[in-house]
């Protein structure tokens, strides 16, 4: 039995304490893939930011918000999993300054600086140990294959399924999966449960030693 982290849903960033910018990312991808894990045998480990989805009974469920707190928690339990799936869309940037009142209106135009946030599955990809491996998500709305690949390499990922802005907040999700070479191992479409089962056959065959099955 292997024990697969995933990491699911949007984070936020605060802009002050009622305001946050985020995305539309659901967690129906994520809790899809924590039910084809426990349902091919595994433990199922997730990391999620804020999302009104039910994950699996039997999934172990860590809450969490901002997209720092997401990659703490994701180091502090990857050292005892076998692989990750990064399933997340965490927030990419945040805001260099969080104000501590509520911002008012004042007729002006806002500006408000943001600064990049650190990369979860990158981090986590940079620091698997041997027999540890990572696949990630690359969601994109133009050049979607090689832009993937080029994450992939950047993520020290082991496989990377690409797909595009229509999988947000959506039921159904049409991917590729792709390894290290470039290739498009399997090209799957459907309702994310279905997507999810197909790409847990992929990284069972391709990823996870057959005595942990």
């Known amino acids: 039995m292997a024990r697969i982290l995933i990491t699911s849903g949007p984070t ?3 802009l002050d304490p009622v305001r946050y910018i985020t995305n539309a990312s659901s967690g129906r991808m994520g809790a899809a893939l924590a039910q084809a894990v426990i ?3 595994h433990q199922a480990v997730v990391v999620s930011g804020p999302v009104t989805v039910d994950y699996p009974v039997d999934a172990e469920i ?3 918000v901002t997209t720092d707190e997401m990659l703490e928690k994701s180091k502090e339990l990857f050292g005892d999993c076998d692989g990750v799936i990064g399933a997340a869309a965490p927030c990419d940037y945040m805001p260099r300054h969080v104000q501590s009142q509520k911002l008012s209106k004042t007729g002006r135009p806002l500006r408000i600086e943001l600064v990049e946030t650190a990369e979860v599955v990158a981090t986590l990809g ?3 140990r041997a027999k540890q491996w990572a696949v990630g998500f690359a969601l994109e ?4 294959r090689f832009r993937a690949i080029i994450k992939l390499e950047r993520k ?3 496989l ?5 802005p229509a999988a947000i907040d959506a039921d159904h999700n049409e991917v590729e999966l792709l390894d290290a070479s470039g290739e498009v191992l399997a090209s799957i479409s459907g309702s994310k449960h279905h997507v999810a089962e197909q790409l847990m056959s992929e990284i069972s065959i391709r990823l996870i ?3 942990t099955h």
Do not use: F, I, L
Not at 141 to 144: I, L, S, V
């Open 12 to 14: 936020r960033q605060y």
């Open 160 to 164: 990377m399924v690409s797909n595009g």
């Open 126 to 128: 940079e620091r698997k």
């Open 141 to 144: 709305t133009e050049d979607q």
């Open 39 to 41: 349902s091919a045998g």
């Open 156 to 158: 020290h990922c082991d």
């Open 62 to 64: 860590h809450w969490v």
């Open 209 to 211: 030693p057959a005595d």
